[in-house]
């Protein structure tokens, strides 16, 4: 639905706030990791020739391929990683081959994208502290302290949700910009030709006459666009018009005027290459700047947590990863959530990779590896849905793809030269995760397989128990089912046990789709089973909340009246035995086994009434 024209005000300054404080903070480390490492030899043309390279590099990824490419690529108005994947398997389902390997692909990157969420707090708000350092060496020993304190302050908030503050961070945000803008504007009117560095000839001549160091320096140019996939994934919250309002006449006019106001600085003062951007404010403002800064870092840090939970929710739903406990911090949003597990798993690697590397120079070194891979992934998602989805020529699918997955591919190589570094964390933290996921969605597709071997026929199942019916008790029964038309375990428990049957039963599926909406008209599928029974399949999109009760409610129409106070969830607890055979390996049995154990409750996930739940237990081998 579209906003209203009243609101695009609102909505340009939320973009601001949300979609651009990873990429606006940028600017802290950039420049200083370029010329910071020896690796690009300080000369006024290498000055040009980087402010030109950054330059272009926003450019073309950020305006040209993000803005206005991939921002058409929409999932029903959803964007990010998640919906891109579900859009291009969806487009090659004629293909099972490929569209395996595309899922892998997408897969892989959704799992890279917590090791970003790992290093984006942890550099940004550690970089903002070390402001402290040009304020006076004396606070070195507590820069890392207090960027502890301050992030575990940030995770410490998360339960309590994001309404009442989240209204502060557009006005914060860009109150950043424009003074990111006017620090590079009081170094740019005292060498203003420095903006003839915006002619690409400058990166031109450089890359020709330093071919080497162009290739390893790219690792560090693209510090700038770090965070330019949230253009992407949170289309859905703002709209296409507003994020693209928000780069052209905000974001991306004040980056490029404090970049290059760092190299007019570096012009007049190359001893300033210690930290470029702190050593552009005059000294009675650096207190007030390093405070701006780190509440800037922390905004940033805020929507990358807030997608975490979002792509979390949404990855579970599709089926990648176990049911965890999710709780809403708004009555009024559905879409803010908090997901313990989560957020402290990421609290304990983020100190782990602050107290590792120590400073943000260290840290830049394990930055770019995930970024780059998802930015690649996303070209590649892109061409197949141009293609295959919106049936475009091959040559024009090619030739608006190719030079976007050559560019992308050379930053990637680049930032594989980290591997040693520091980049080696973030790839063994998207391997982890990307195990977990794929070992999970075999694991589920191995007890789908025994529980239909083992199944018997509902339909069948029920003519048999009707000849001689069991007692019949008052009110209603839900039986949740992988699948329908199986009878399930929870209702032969039931028989054998309480020897009874409720006047209604209901068999119920609920699934999953690649789709980011389902709306409520085409919310179940109801069929009649004779004898006051009915099968029902609950149909939601992998951004739908997930709310059973509600769902069901529909049914009424169908001539299936449910109470909620005589209504009965019957549940069947699966108990996983690994066995040695044809499945998994060994130990990934054992792991999908424990991760099935510490699942949360399907009562929790479907968002039933406590007092209403009856879980029976049962054994599968897998």
Excluded at 240 to 254: G, H, Q, T
Excluded at 478 to 492: C, M, R, S, W
Excluded at 525 to 552: M, S, T
Aim: contains cysteine; neutral net charge.
């Amino acid at each position: 639905m579209s906003a209203p024209k009243s609101s695009s005000a609102a909505l340009v300054l939320g973009a601001i706030g949300i979609v651009y404080g990873d990429i606006g903070t940028s600017v802290l480390y950039a420049i200083k990791e370029i010329f910071g490492h020896g690796h690009v030899p300080f000369t006024i043309e290498n000055v040009y020739g980087m402010l030109s390279m950054i330059f272009w590099t926003m450019t073309i990824i950020v305006s040209i391929k993000y803005v206005v490419l991939v921002l058409r690529a929409d999932n029903e108005g959803e964007g990010g990683l998640v919906a891109m994947l579900a859009l291009a398997s969806r487009a090659v389902s004629d293909r099972p081959r490929l569209r395996s390997v595309l899922l892998a692909i997408g897969i892989f990157g959704t799992a890279l994208f917590y090791g970003d969420g790992v290093i984006t707090p942890a550099i940004s708000v550690l970089s903002a502290v070390e402001g402290l350092e040009v304020v006076s060496p004396h606070f070195k020993g507590y820069v890392i302290p207090i960027t502890l304190v301050v992030l575990f302050c940030l995770f410490a908030v998360q339960k309590r949700g994001t309404a009442g503050i989240g209204k502060f961070f557009g006005p914060i945000t860009l109150a950043w910009f424009l003074v990111l803008a006017v620090l590079g504007i009081s170094q740019i009117v005292t060498h203003p030709e420095i903006l003839a560095a915006v002619s690409p000839h400058y990166m031109v001549r450089f890359v020709w006459d330093n071919p080497g160091i162009s290739f390893i320096v790219l690792g560090a140019v693209v510090l700038c666009v770090t965070g330019a996939e949230a253009l992407y994934a949170d289309m859905g919250h703002f709209g296409k018009r507003p994020i693209r309002i928000a780069w052209f006449s905000v974001v991306m006019p004040c980056l490029v005027l404090n970049y290059f106001g760092q190299g007019a600085l570096l012009l007049g003062n190359p001893e300033a290459v210690k930290n470029p951007f702190f050593m552009m404010a005059p000294e009675w403002a650096l207190v007030p700047l390093v405070l701006m800064a780190t509440a800037a870092t922390v905004i940033a840090s805020q929507a990358m947590l807030t997608g975490a939970f979002s792509v979390t929710r949404q990855v579970i739903q599709l089926g990648y990863l176990p049911r965890l406990r999710i709780e809403h911090t708004s009555v009024r949003s559905a879409g803010q959530i908090y997901i313990p597990f989560v957020n402290w798993s990421l609290f304990v690697t983020i100190v782990l990779a602050v107290v590792m590397f120590r400073n943000s120079s260290n840290l830049a070194a394990a930055y770019g590896i995930a970024v780059t891979t998802d930015m690649l992934i996303t070209t590649v998602l892109t061409f197949f849905v141009i293609r295959f989805a919106w049936k475009l020529p091959l040559l024009l699918c090619i030739g608006a793809t190719a030079i976007f997955f050559v560019i992308d591919f050379a930053f990637f190589a680049s930032n594989l030269l980290k591997l040693p570094q520091g980049g080696w964390f973030t790839v063994m933290i998207g391997l982890f995760v990307f195990t977990l996921m794929i070992t999970w969605k075999e694991g589920r597709r191995l007890m789908g397989e025994t529980q239909r071997t083992d199944a018997i026929d509902l339909r069948s199942f029920l003519d048999a128990v009707f000849v001689s019916p069991p007692a019949r008790v008052e009110g209603t029964a839900v039986f949740l089912t992988a699948e329908p038309g199986i009878t399930p375990n929870a209702l032969l428990h039931n028989l054998k046990h309480n020897k009874v049957l409720h006047e209604q039963n209901l068999f119920v599926t609920v699934r999953n789709h690649e789709v980011p909406w389902i709306s409520m008209d085409k919310r179940i599928e109801i069929e009649a089973l004779g004898h006051h029974c009915w099968q029902v399949i609950v149909h939601y999109g992998f951004k739908n909340d997930v709310d059973l009760p509600r769902a069901l409610e529909n049914a009424r129409l169908r001539g299936c009246q449910l109470e909620p106070m005589t209504t009965s969830y019957f549940l069947s607890r699966d108990v996983v035995i690994p066995t040695l055979g044809s499945g998994m390996a060994p130990w990934r049995e054992k792991l999908f086994a424990q991760m099935h154990h510490n699942a949360s409750g399907a009562a929790n996930f479907l968002n039933l009434p406590n007092n209403a739940v009856v879980e029976l237990g049962s054994k599968i081998e897998i």
